[in-house]
């Protein structure tokens, strides 16, 4: 973000361009005051929104890393970016599932850089190391003397151990969880190799296998369900008939098209509409040619984080590993009509409640945005398998995706943009 050149400017950052953000006037994570000050819309002022951007997870083009299986390839720079954007917003949604919203890494302003003097550099390597104030605390060895400072040391202990463990698993390493090897791996039984380009619906796809295939004990208590042909089938997201499954948390996806082949204008606030809600952890999107995580709107732009960013690869196994190229110094800004109209639209509910408060607020968008006959998508009580019309099949556990939404998905990926 640039340097504001008048208050009105600046009162228009932090008024419009970050919908979905709530800012609390509370205490900090370090237990210190924010120093916020909210208005009637409960949003903050504009350090609260670069602490916040900063926050979030930045994943970008790496270099260097284990040969990608398969190939002789060692970096995904100049193709990976789809993988990347799809891989950012994942990450939020974990942040929020084991951290929770309302989180601020307490690092976040000093890695702050204005746009102009962040974007005009050659190499992320550039960036002041940070690491040598934070706090590498074993956490488990601190013995506070108050109970109220325990309880705080531990509140942070566990907040900075999942903000690790989080980034860890998507880690450019063929045993990370959900990182771009094992994205490759799996993406082989839909057709795809190393260099190939990927589309958001296939991402949304990939994702979800890789969060079936782990076996973190710390995944266990999270899902990801991808829409099916523009419709979310509440009994699969959430089955009323099972209240064990009411508790679980879910990652939902849902691939659009907001248009032909540009995005339709009438659905411009739609998109604020979905990135003013809570319960959104961001679209993964772009402009033709290139992928991008959009996260918030100001105006008629667009706020987003940019893979197209190559950076060395870090290896995470180091204990107390430099986290600053896991987050990103400065955001940047697009024009709606830029927006290419494929998209995957995210959304975080952490059990069966959450989702019923979903469903009713993105119904109430879906119609007060749409000026057409039929929405962007839809929701459908019932499972996917009680309707006959349904054409995606239940997914083998041995294959990614079976022959018919294999052309399905070949036919949805001719219409997405072609990654440089």
């Known amino acids: 973000m640039e340097a504001s050149g008048s208050d009105d400017k600046v009162k228009s950052m932090f008024l419009s361009a970050w919908h979905n953000v709530k800012y609390k006037s509370e205490s900090s994570p370090d237990g210190s005051d924010s120093g916020s000050v909210t ?17 979030r997870i930045w994943l970008t083009y790496r270099e260097e890393f284990p040969q990608l299986e398969g190939s002789t390839l060692t970096t995904d720079c100049g193709w990976g970016c789809t993988l990347r954007t799809g891989q950012m917003l994942l990450a939020q949604g974990l942040l929020v599932h084991f951290i929770g919203r309302d989180w601020l890494w307490p690092h ?27 706090d590498a605390t074993n956490y488990h060895d601190t013995k506070p003397s108050d109970s109220r400072a325990a309880k705080d040391s531990e509140d942070q202990n566990q907040t900075a151990f999942y903000h690790r463990k989080i980034i860890s698993w998507f880690s450019d390493h063929p045993s990370a969880d959900f990182g771009i090897h094992r994205l490759i791996k799996l993406g082989k039984n839909s057709g795809k190799v190393a260099g190939d380009w990927y589309g958001p619906a296939v991402v949304s796809h990939l994702l979800r296998k890789a969060k079936e295939d782990s076996i973190d004990p710390e995944l266990q208590g999270i899902s990801i369900y991808v829409a099916q042909d523009c419709t979310i089938y509440c009994a699969d997201v959430y089955d009323q008939q099972d209240k064990s499954d009411c508790d679980k948390s879910v990652l939902i996806l849902v691939p ?28 993964i999107g772009g402009r033709p ?77 879906l119609k007060s945005s749409s000026k057409q006959n039929y929405p962007l998508f839809t929701f459908v009580n019932g499972h996917a398998q009680d309707f006959d019309f349904v054409c995606t099949p239940v997914y083998e556990q041995s294959d990614l995706f079976t022959e018919e939404e294999k052309n399905r998905l070949k036919g949805f990926n001719t219409e997405e943009f072609v990654l440089l």
């Not at 890695?111 to 002041?128: G, I, M, T």
């Not at 955001?331 to 019923?356: L, Q, V």
Request: proline share 5%.
């Open 108 to 134: 976040a302003l000093d890695l702050y850089r204005p746009e102009a003097e962040f974007w005009l550099q050659n190499s992320a390597r550039k960036l002041a190391p940070i690491e040598a104030s934070y």
């Open 39 to 55: 208005n009637e819309d409960g949003f903050g002022t504009v350090e609260d929104f670069r602490k916040d951007f900063i926050s």
């Open 256 to 283: 659009v098209r907001l248009g032909g082949e540009r995005t339709n204008t009438e659905y411009f606030e739609f998109v604020k509409g979905i990135l003013s809600l809570e319960y959104c952890v961001g679209i």
């Open 289 to 365: 040619k290139q992928s991008y995580y959009f996260v918030g709107f100001q105006d008629d732009s667009l706020i987003y984080m940019d893979p197209h960013y190559c950076q060395s690869f870090v290896d995470v196994s180091i204990k107390d590993f430099p986290l600053e190229s896991f987050h990103c110094p400065s955001p940047k800004k697009m024009p709606f009509k830029k927006m290419d109209p494929s998209c995957t639209i995210g959304f975080y509910c952490r059990h069966a409640r959450d989702f019923e408060k979903v469903v009713d607020e993105l119904t109430k968008v």
